[in-house]
């Protein structure tokens, strides 16, 4: 799990809006974008390249 505070300065590189955990992926997931981001050795990877695309069909409450 992310720091709290660390969670509320980090936003999504594309779009910057804000972005959301989630404890079933672990990962950090932008609803606008629909994309997540991963957390490797807790350090959130915020590139593009790295982000798994969100399929619609996947919720992302």
Avoid: H, Q, W
Wanted: charged share 30%; hydrophobic share 40%; with cysteine.
């Amino acid at each position: 799990m992310l720091d709290k505070n660390l969670l509320e300065i980090l936003v999504c590189p594309i779009c910057k809006c804000k972005l959301n955990y989630s404890k079933t992926t672990g990962e950090l997931i932008c609803k606008i974008d629909r994309l997540g981001f991963p957390i490797k050795n807790d350090i959130p990877v915020m590139l593009e390249s790295e982000a798994r695309e969100i399929p619609m069909d996947e919720d992302i409450a």
